[in-house]
């Protein structure tokens, strides 16, 4: 029998395992050399990471960061893992302080971050637009039962749990000395049915929305097509466990948002990404921006933006295009990560945007997006081309500004121009998106043997396709500014399948497969590489973006850590992308 002295036990119990993340209890002491935390995020297992040098808290630049150096991060805060580096995210106001690391290069086994490599204490060529960012793993357990389809049968048991969750879940189901009901209304059916469920107020009363500890009964108004999955939602407060599915997964995340369950609707709202290469349409992928948007669930809405930003120029083909949202529209301009044959093309993509819209888009409006169009990144042999638009008469004064800036970064050295205020490095103007078009891409697909730069293809008779471990080259100018047009540096482009491969180039491989861009012959001390490595899915949608970190990326796909977006197999493309700025 179920006593109020084991109630009261069960509750003090219940408040240790609370919200999913343990309770962490820890003496205060003095802050220690090499101390790291995160900030600027609502959850203790998410922001900008910080270290403590000679006193003071600083940053540390993205620089050579990838999974082992998370785990190395949130292994010294004490959690179990590490999810994710996050990159370009503004965690809270901007950092003022030190950016004490650069080039941080671990092995992923150390305890402290302070026993990796790195340049030296304070030593960077970093702004603070580039202080990393990482998830941590708080202990929750995805098991993934996902089919390559999506039927209702296809989804995720996510698993939050800890030792008492079992025997909570047998309290919620026998019901004995339940003292607290809900009943279940969907206030917008006249004649819906009334279900009432018997709870416990020592339970519910972490969930201050229920109100429990004040009232003994409640009533919610659940929509009909989300009621039947209300118990369980209901049961998962008590057990931390749940099977969401594609057809609950909405209704999963609008009572997790509602009721202020931050981790379940992250969780759920994973099994939308999972949706987002499935529309070829972009339908979906707007339809689910939106719901993001409206629910207020930033890592979801940062997912889909990010999905589109990666394959952009395939949503502009779309009967999506037309009817995108402004606002998204401005997200996706905003971002370094955008995937474009090269600014002109975004330019005219805007302009065309415009241009369906019609009056419906305002002079304001134009001119807002025009702003985030990078003038300086436009191909010089294209500026001129930019009077002839058919936004230049009514935005002439905007188009003469950016087009004087951009002339003025192709003919100058960027250290001449440091004294205008209008030229910062910080400047997003002056930063390169992820450019695909010639010559600053290459790209193989082994799946159907055909090696690619630009329009031009390459085939391996030898050896009935694309060689692995055999390098490619390619050749680029120095930067893109016009200064650098005849100044040219010669890549290397290798992907390694086997350690077989890796040892004959005298590389060593963590992880396999492993893609390798390096070059011998930059002269030029004042330009610094920040290169990408894209997998396309089925030479259709990009998947994952990867950087290089001592010229190498080892691959994340199914079989090891997780990509962004679900791939069904192995057949991808590589597109190397070679990204040049000033240092």
């Not at 669930?297 to 395939?314: G, K, R, S, T």
Request: proline content about 4%; overall charge negative; charged content about 20%.
């Amino acid at each position: 029998m179920l006593t109020h002295q084991n109630l009261q036990t069960l509750w003090l119990l219940l408040l240790l395992h609370a919200n999913g993340e343990a309770t962490k209890f820890q003496l205060f002491r003095r802050l220690q050399e090499g101390d790291v935390r995160l900030v600027g995020s609502s959850r203790a297992s998410e922001g900008r990471v910080e270290i403590y040098h000679n006193g003071r808290w600083g940053t540390v630049c993205d620089d050579g960061w990838d999974i082992a150096e998370a785990r190395v991060l949130c292994r010294q805060l004490k959690f179990p893992g590490a999810k994710e580096v996050v990159f370009g995210q503004n965690y809270g106001p901007a950092a003022t302080g030190p950016i004490w690391m650069d080039d941080t290069n671990c092995k992923g086994t150390e305890t402290r971050l302070i026993s990796c490599a790195f340049k030296g204490w304070g030593s960077s060529d970093c702004t603070h637009k580039e202080d990393v960012g990482v998830v941590c793993d708080t202990g929750s357990r995805l098991l993934q039962g996902l089919t390559n389809s999506t039927s209702d049968a296809s989804g995720y048991s996510l698993d939050h749990s800890y030792t008492l969750s079992d025997d909570l879940g047998r309290i919620f189901d026998s019901g004995v000395g339940c003292d607290f009901t809900i009943s279940v209304n969907d206030d917008k059916q006249e004649n819906g049915t009334e279900e009432v469920i018997c709870a416990h107020k020592m339970i519910l009363s972490q969930v201050p929305l229920f109100n429990a500890s004040a009232k003994s009964s409640i009533t919610v108004n659940i929509s009909q097509s989300c009621q039947p999955y209300f118990t369980s939602f209901l049961r998962y407060i008590y057990t931390r466990k749940i099977e969401v599915t594609f057809s609950s997964a909405e209704c999963i995340h609008s009572m997790a948002s509602e009721f202020g369950m931050r981790q379940l609707m992250e969780d759920a709202g994973r099994l939308f990404v999972k949706m987002l290469p499935e529309d070829s349409s972009f339908q979906t992928q707007v339809s689910i921006y939106k719901y993001a948007s409206d629910s207020e669930d930033l890592v979801l809405q940062e997912n889909c933006v990010q999905y589109l930003a990666w394959n952009f120029q395939n949503m502009t083909l779309s009967p999506a295009w037309s009817r995108l949202p402004v606002e998204l529209l401005k997200a996706l301009l905003a971002r370094s990560d955008l995937v474009v044959p090269d600014e002109y093309f975004l330019f005219q993509t805007v302009e065309s945007w415009i241009g369906q819209r019609g009056d419906a888009v305002g002079t304001g409006i134009q001119a807002e997006l025009l702003n985030l169009i990078r003038f300086p990144m436009v191909p010089a042999e294209r500026l001129y081309q930019l009077e002839s638009s058919s936004l230049f008469g009514a935005h002439k004064d905007l188009f003469y500004e950016n087009m004087l800036k951009a002339f003025q970064f192709n003919v100058l050295l960027f250290t001449n121009l440091s004294s205008n205020p209008k030229f910062t490095r910080e400047d997003d103007d002056f930063q390169p998106r992820i450019y695909t078009a010639a010559p600053w891409s290459i790209a193989f697909s082994p799946s159907t043997s055909q090696y690619n730069r630009g329009y031009n293809q390459y085939y391996d008779s030898r050896r009935g396709g694309v060689s692995y471990g055999s390098p490619r080259s390619l050749n680029t100018p120095a930067h893109n500014s016009l200064l650098f047009k005849d100044n040219r540096v010669q890549w290397e482009v290798t992907v390694f399948s086997n350690q077989y491969e890796c040892s004959n180039r005298g590389i060593r491989c963590d992880s396999l497969p492993m893609a390798r861009l390096s070059t011998y012959n930059n002269p030029q001390n004042s330009v610094l590489y920040r290169n990408r490595l894209l997998l396309k899915c089925r030479d259709s949608y990009v998947f994952q973006v990867q950087d290089f970190k001592n010229n190498q990326a080892h691959v994340r796909v199914n079989g090891t850590e997780a990509a962004s977006y679900p791939c069904p197999d192995d057949k991808y493309t590589y597109v190397f992308v070679v990204r040049p700025e000033y240092v």
